[in-house]
């Protein structure tokens, strides 16, 4: 539900409300100590009424999504103390207005000072025993820069008081993001349910007592990368223990911590990427850097260890004309539509080639000219295609000679080891009405360039059975046996009119 939360920062409002604030100045000059502006310590958010908000205050996250924007609403027949709550009907996947349900409470103003508060805390019960997929608060649809949650939260039939402590109260003086939460029905076989929520509120607990915070799941990784690579360091958050004995693991924003490197020679300062993720890009053409983190002044476990490995090895840059080419995949030239780089084909365990989504690719590995070399990587090959059939239209290759594509083994190639490539013809929509395959053997793929890449060349004419060409569907990359390759990198995917 987390990956869910991440996906939705254009979303859909229920409904505006504006505040206006009137601020009073004046001419003088004023002292540092002065406040330049006050923000409302108000810590209720729920309490038989919204408190600091309009009264439709649900802002769902984007319909397109496969939000339900209609499952929220106020109970006056159910409360845990007076004679309202939030109630949330969780729809099943196949609701025909969205399959699951999720938004925000914001405060409409400039934003609250919680920094007197510990705790988001509020009691909730649910129709049946179930999993609250994501709650928190820090996301506000515009920077959520602070976004705090926990995952899967356990839901029982009676009204229980839950609490999700802030990282770093201190962060939070002028915080816009008051509530979070996105529920589905994973936790219930597909079974729609209610959630009632009451007495939603922050809190000043002084019983949260910190266990340790986290970075990579605290987890210590060793990478290698190359120059101009960027590391996420991601899963972040911290466990606290409650005063009722729990334990309790919360997500917390890279925007709590501080990041420190032993090696600024090899890794570049700290930012925040588009996603909302910590990254540092490797600078270095050698050595090896410490990346901590520090949640305060309490050292978070986890790090992660960069080992600089100088240059990206690109493929060779293509050289020849567009007009006589045909791509699939390469910045060289203007590659046609495909459907995918990765079908995910049942019975198939290949990883990598971005899915679904052809923008999206592997390997972003920069020239020193600063231009970006987009790369496929397949890791556990055993096969996959790039797909052209059902939604995009066929390929007409029928005036092309030869298909080229570049392939880097990734580990060590035996005598037996081969890669079959496969080329299908179908028409659109419909099933395969051709298809020829080339093996590609071990000797070929160790004669390689000084940057392990070996260029492959073969004759259309050398995929018997193949007899379509009017009408490309797919092309396969299928690994071979006894000792398979099952971890490459594919670049410049085309055919060309020799």
Known sequence: MKNIINKNLKFFSLMAFTFTLFFVGCEREISDDAVLATYSNTADIFTDAPIGLTDAF????????????????????????????????????????????????????????????????????????????????????????????????????????????????????????????????????GQGYTIWIDELRFEKLGNNNLLYPYMLDGQDLTVSGFIGSNQVLGNLGAVFNLSNGQNISVNAAPSYFNFNSSNPAVTSPFELNNFGQMTTQIIGSSGTALVTAQLGNDLAQGSLTINAAGEFPHAPVPTRNQATVISLFSDAYNNVPVRHYNGFFQGSNTQGGAGN???????QAPFLNGTIDNIIHYTQLDFVSIGMYETVPTVNISGMTHLHVDINVRQAVTAGNFIRIELHSSLANGPTTSSGSFVINAATLTNVDSNGWAS?????????????????GQLFFVSGNPGGIFNIWVDNVYFYAQ
């Not at 996301?139 to 802030?166: A, H, R």
């Not at 492959?456 to 490309?472: K, Q, R, W």
């Open 58 to 189: 649900f802002e769902s996250f984007d319909p397109a999504s496969g939000a339900n924007p209609f499952g929220f609403g106020v109970d006056n027949n159910v409360a845990y103390v007076g004679r309202s709550s939030i109630r949330i009907d969780v729809p099943a996947p196949n609701d025909p207005e969205g399959g699951y349900i999720g938004g925000i409470f914001r405060d409409r103003g400039v934003g609250r000072n919680l920094t007197g508060f510990d705790a988001l805390t509020f009691w909730a019960k649910a129709s049946t025993t179930a999993s609250f997929g994501t709650v928190g608060f820090g996301v506000d649809f515009e920077e959520s820069k602070y976004e705090t949650s926990v995952s899967n939260l356990q839901l029982s039939t009676g009204w229980k008081k839950y609490v999700i402590p802030i990282p770093d109260p201190s962060k939070l003086n002028k915080e816009r993001g008051l509530f979070i939460f996105a529920a589905g029905t994973e936790s219930t076989n």
């Open 456 to 472: 492959i060349d073969i004759p259309i004419s050398s995929f018997p059975g193949f007899n379509d060409a009017t009408n490309l």
């Open 357 to 363: 989504d052809p923008n999206n690719v592997d390997i």
